[in-house]
């Protein structure tokens, strides 16, 4: 069992920017591929951006290339994302997932409880 605890989100304007983390229990983290998703009050979960267990592989969707950037320690057991530039249309939760580098929310095995972004205009 792998327990994942996401933290890091808040409030801010648009154009600033955020830093989500997320820690992840278990030895086994360097052998998981991990992702963000997101999902807008009424809207279905989105994915945000996955990267590979050694970390030398990562992927975007077409919203956020550019402006954010995913990373991981495994050293740490810890993957961010470092938001820039946000846009109001970035407000949403936002999840950790573990166990895939996939686009699919399907291919995750564990998932975070989730934290706010809220970027006002």
């Known amino acids: 069992q792998v327990h994942v605890v996401e933290s890091g989100g808040g409030l801010v304007q648009a154009g600033g920017s955020l830093r989500l983390s997320c820690a992840a229990s278990g030895r086994t983290f360097s052998t998981y591929g991990m992702g963000w998703f997101r999902q807008a009050s009424g809207k279905e979960r989105e994915f945000v951006a996955t990267i590979s267990s050694s970390g030398a592989w990562t992927s975007y969707s077409d919203s956020v290339r550019g402006r954010f950037t995913i990373s991981r320690d495994n050293a740490k057991s810890t993957m961010w994302l470092q938001m820039n530039s946000l846009k109001p249309e970035d407000t949403a939760i936002y999840y950790c997932?573990?166990?895939?580098?996939?686009?699919?929310?399907?291919?995750?095995?564990?998932w975070g409880q989730g934290t706010q972004v809220s970027v006002s205009s």
């Open positions: 997932a573990v166990g895939g580098y996939s686009r699919d929310p399907g291919q995750y095995d564990y």
